[in-house]
């Protein structure tokens, strides 16, 4: 089913704001299931904003960056990695504590980029860590940036002169947490690093190049909403500048996961609400056009629980969207991929799993309209969790699937696509490295194996 939320919006929920405006920020979800990161319900009146706290160039007063090695190990590689030419490999990095890879981008010259979070350097909360991989895997620098409360990091893009990440911290900003978007050279000093937020729960997850060096941003806002957290869609340009902002969102919590850049610069947003006409969660899209205006939005769903985590435009320019289903209550969530319309039309649903939770968490679209498709998978496989790719067809046919992983839990979270057709799954694992949790990188060729 699909339903259009909002036609009726107030205009005080749904706000443009050209220049540099206001001071934002995002917050991650509390009500979606365990395996989602979660935080405190808030319900703050509607603030003004102010104006962002530009702190360009280098890392913001109350920040600094931590020495700390992580100890790198590789678990198995096969094949010379060159240019058109397949390589694989297993890598794991970190420390005795928690070290999780939320993020990779494939870099034009084959290079890697990977960001997350880290507690393993000594800091009594997390911090944001910034790694660069050569093809082969091998570590070429890393930089850990935070303060003195949790500072953590979540998606990365390249732009030109280097990269940007996103995420979001409890060390400096406005509020309780704000958006947090950095950038930095190609071999890895801050060039800019600024906090964007108003006084409540601001953060950002999902990051999206522009064909200008600017990036769009999408998350959720706890301090400009009327009611709870809204979907939260913002523009940075290539100096740090806030540009322009939409909030939108209704009488319950609406948040935003992922975010994909259009041909032409118009961004399309992909995430929940809990304020659509029928109770439940469902998964739900909005197109934004460059200028910032909304310019359509729809939801999926199956009535009780729906949430999209990843959305990638194909080549016949319609939307693969991943995330996962519950039908009803004391159902475990499924695998959920779904084909979208160029105009958020629904063409069709597919919903894979077993009798376990096995979840959708991110996609990459290939040639004639195909996708892949990162989960976990805890129904079938070697450990409690592993990783699982799956391949579809634009008419939503499987092509193949693999599971990967070890006897414990091995979460993916992102996924890249290589420059000789392959693929790079980031995540964490706690099957091997050095401590509890270590980051998880894994080169696979175009099929999804080890070969």
Known sequence: ???????????????????????????????????????????????????????P????RGMTEAKYEF???????????????????????????????????????????????????????????????????TRRWHKILGGADADLLYGVVEVPGGFVVAGHTKSVGAGDSDAWVTKVSADGE???????????????????????????????????????????????????RLVWEQIIGGAKNDEAFAIEALRNDDVVVAGYSNSGPVAGHAQWIAKFVSDGNLEWQNSYGNGWFSVATAIAQTTDNRFCIVGLDQRQAGERANLSFRHVGAGGELIDTRVIGGPRRD???????????????????????????????????????IVWERTFGEKLWDKPTAIARTLSGGYVVAGYTT???????????VRLNANGKFE
């Open 1 to 55: 089913m699909q339903h259009a939320f909002y036609s009726n919006l107030a205009i005080t929920k749904l706000r443009l704001w050209m220049g540099l405006g206001a001071l934002l920020s995002m917050v991650w979800a509390t009500s979606l299931i365990a395996a989602i990161p979660q935080s405190e319900e808030s319900v703050p009146e509607t603030k003004n904003r102010n104006t962002p706290d530009l702190l």
């Open 190 to 240: 801050v060039m800019w690093s600024n906090a964007y937020g108003g006084e409540g729960k601001d953060r950002a997850r999902g990051l999206a190049a522009l064909s200008d060096g600017s990036i769009a941003a999408a998350g959720f806002s706890s301090s400009s909403g009327a009611q709870g957290r809204d979907f939260w869609v913002f523009k940075v340009d290539a100096t740090g």
């Open 359 to 397: 979840s959708g968490w991110g996609v990459t679209a290939g040639d004639q309209g195909a996708c892949t498709v990162l989960g976990s998978n805890q129904s079938a496989g070697a450990g409690s969790s592993d990783g699982w790719l799956l391949q579809f067809t634009n008419n939503s046919d």
């Open 71 to 137: 100890q790198w190990s590789t678990h198995r590689a096969l094949g010379k990695c060159s240019d058109g030419v397949d390589c694989t490999w297993e890598q794991t990095f970190g420390g005795p504590l928690e070290d999780k890879v939320h993020g990779v981008v494939s870099l034009a010259d084959g290079d890697f980029v990977v960001t997350g979070h880290t507690r393993s350097h000594g800091g009594r909360s997390y911090d944001g860590f910034i790694a660069r991989l050569a093809p082969d895997g």
């Open 57 to 60: 160039p280098r890392i913001p």
């Open 431 to 441: 099957s091997k490295g050095a401590g509890y949790e270590d980051a998880w990188l």
